[in-house]
């Protein structure tokens, strides 16, 4: 963390890219129109936001001309949480506005998403196409008696299909969700099981890492096992005809349509999101289409500064957030482009060789990709242009220092480097990119505007300086209107108003500095606490993978039954690596240098690999307690694991050590 006595900032704003920045001239209208404070930059700004809350979801609502068919009674009708009422007797409709650059001559043609395959030729489809198909589309879904409230389904990568199905979805007035193709028929049904969909939108395969990857016999299954379907459309990515009782895209997808935009409620349900469901049944999270609607105009308008003549790209899949994240892109204008496939193929270099050919101006990845290019030795601004990218950002987990060093010396020195951070549970970020600020290493800028996070010690006293658990405590628009067969609301209150009732605990650590700047230090539910010191994982991650014979960590802390307490680290080593007593060594001193001898693990041992969720999140709380002796088939979900086997390897370690000390 940066010193707060001296921070010297990596990269700073120049006085022109501040003047230019969408966030300035909101600043200066809302203070005109809405009495926001017109001098002290973004940290009055944020002041205001969180302290005139009802003004501020005001102004933005009225600086993105958001169209209300019928007109709100109030901002803020409760703000009690859970359960803050939003914008009551509003009418709206996500997909309108979503589609309202195609009203505009000059802009109808020129391109609203950009595909990207492995073959890295991008393919545009225009604004006035992109309205075309969803106007045929809904047409289609409503021919087949999908009404406002039902739910839709896609088991689909990120292709243009997908952001056409969610799009008429939400045109109907129905709600959507999505699970990548490479989630197992298992993992799907889990899912979708819970919301019982009408219609599955399918593909019969994909491609990935330069090989093809069928899909006919989980498609299939999915049929067979969610008897609510009235239909599904096959989209032939592979090429292969539709399955007997499927409908063909094209058909669906093939009349000049003027689509109809369902005018619904402002908290009528938009899309159902998933929790990675390590330790049980997903939680299905579900966010409405007035709140989405504004939060994501704020976050993508104001803090990624996007707009007309932007190319917003983020690699993801449809089963994260950051896909539908990255479909608000088309709120501000921004032409979205889409990569379907591997992120490093044909080799790591890849993501930045997509931002080349699509003259991406807002490059986002994961901290991880990162790291591994850095590893890998990859160099993206000798081996690419990049001269269109203003702004790398980052999520998924914390940002290294080392990352933040190596994008700006290896893609450019006026480079904004954004790392984020929010949830799935809220599809937003509560702390990330300002576009007017400094960037330090290893910090996000600052909490985002109407978000009052701060860090609350285990009495919920606001502490600056210190770890503390990240919370919320005013309601945010897109925070879940509720989870789905959840009639009691006892799962969403259990999830994130059990230890402060009323505010929101997120479940991460974190530290907000005297500058305002944040950093985020792992989870907290699967904390680090020695002699009472609590303590990041991600540190430790931080730490041990700079050394190139690891390939990837694990840290756990464990409360053993006679009061002591363990904490083995898990290594992956680089291949032609060894854990010999040198490494070893070399480990514990890097991890008391860089952090403290109370960092330093009591064990180090090798392990075949890293157990992750499907989104690529590292498994700590199910291996904690696969250590503590549960039986795997009550430690984890086996459906939200990206390879079960790597699990057994924690189980016969915690029978090792019962049968060692017993």
């Known amino acids: 963390m940066t010193s707060a006595a001296n921070p010297a900032p990596l990269w700073q704003p120049d006085a022109d890219r501040i003047a230019a920045a969408r966030i300035t001239r909101f600043q200066a209208w809302a203070a005109e129109h809405h009495g926001a404070p017109a001098e002290g930059g973004y940290p009055a700004l944020h002041r205001w936001s969180v302290d005139r809350l009802d003004t501020f979801w005001q102004a933005v609502a009225d600086w993105f001309d958001v169209r209300f068919s019928t007109p709100y009674e109030r901002v803020i009708a409760d703000r009690g949480m859970p359960g803050a009422q939003w914008f009551p007797g509003a009418t709206l409709n996500y997909a309108e506005h979503a589609l309202r650059t195609a009203e505009d001559p000059a802009l109808a043609h020129d391109p609203a998403l950009i595909h990207v395959d492995e073959t890295h030729d991008p393919t545009p489809i225009s604004w006035a196409e992109l309205r075309r198909q969803v106007g045929s589309l809904a047409a289609g879904l409503r021919a087949l008696g999908v009404r406002p409230g039902d739910r839709v389904s896609g088991y689909l990568p990120n292709i243009p299909q997908a952001v056409t199905a969610l799009l ?33 939108f399918t593909v019969d395969g994909y491609r990935y890492g330069g090989k093809e990857h069928d899909r006919a016999d989980t498609v299939a299954e999915l049929r067979r096992e969610l008897p ?30 003027e ?22 049944l997903p939680k299905a999270i579900v966010q409405s289409q007035g709140g989405i609607l504004l939060e994501h105009y704020k976050q993508l308008g104001l803090h990624c500064d996007l707009g007309p003549g932007d190319r917003f790209f983020w690699y993801t899949s449809t089963g994260w957030m950051m896909w539908n994240f990255l479909v608000s892109g088309l709120l501000t204008g921004t032409t979205v482009v889409l990569y379907d496939g591997s992120p490093g193929h044909p080799d790591t270099g890849a993501q930045w060789a997509i931002a080349e050919r699509t ?48 994008l700006h010396d290896e893609v450019r020195e006026d480079l904004w480097i954004a790392s984020v951070s929010g949830g799935t549970d809220v599809c937003s970020c509560f702390a990330g990119a300002v576009p007017t600020l400094p960037v330090h290493i290893g910090e996000l800028q600052a909490a985002c505007l109407g978000t009052d996070l701060q860090s609350w010690d285990p009495h919920g006293k606001p502490v600056i300086g210190e770890v503390g658990e990240l919370v919320v405590t005013n309601p945010m628009p897109s925070m879940p209107i ?7 609301g006892s799962r969403y209150r259990e999830s994130y108003f059990e230890m402060f009732p009323g505010v929101w605990r997120h479940g991460d650590w974190v530290t907000i500095t005297d500058h305002g700047s944040v950093v985020i230090h792992g989870r907290s539910d699967s904390t680090l606490n020695r002699q009472g010191v609590r303590m990041g994982s991600a540190d430790i991650y931080e730490a041990v993978e700079r050394l190139p014979e690891i390939k990837e960590s694990l840290v756990i802390g464990l409360e053993e039954p006679d009061g002591g307490y363990w904490m083995p680290l898990f290594v992956h080593l680089a291949p032609g690596a060894a854990l010999d007593d040198e490494l070893r060594s070399r480990i514990k001193r890097t991890i008391r240098e860089q952090l403290s001898p109370r960092h330093v693990p009591d064990d180090i041992i090798e392990v075949p690999g890293v157990p992750h969720t499907l989104t690529g999140k590292r498994i700590e709380v199910p291996v904690k307690r696969l250590l503590q002796g549960t039986a795997l088939t009550k430690a ?12 057994r390897f924690y189980e016969d370690l915690a029978r090792e050590r019962g049968a060692g000390r017993g």
């Open 168 to 200: 008429a979805t939400a045109a109907v007035g129905a709600t959507w969700t999505s699970c990548a193709p490479d989630f197992g028929a298992r993992s799907v049904l889990d899912r979708f099981q819970q919301v019982e969909p009408v219609v599955l």
């Open 228 to 257: 609510t379907l009235r239909a599904v459309v096959h989209i032939p990515l592979l090429g292969t005809p539709a399955p007997e009782g499927a409908l063909e895209w094209s058909v669906l997808t093939a009349d000049d349509t």
């Open 259 to 280: 689509p109809v935009f369902e005018q619904v409620p402002f908290d009528h349900p938009l899309w159902v999101l998933y929790s990675s469901g390590t330790t049980g």
């Open 359 to 406: 003259g991406t101006t807002l490059f986002g990845t994961s901290a991880a990709y990162v790291m591994a290019c850095r590893k890998s030795g990859v160099h993206p601004s000798r081996d690419h242009d990049l001269s269109t990218v203003r702004c790398v950002a980052t999520t998924g987990s914390p940002l290294p220092p080392d990352g933040f060093r190596w």
């Open 482 to 488: 509720r989870f789905w067969n959840d009639p009691d």
């Open 636 to 647: 984890v979900n086996p459906g939200s694991v990206d390879d079960l086997e790597l699990l």
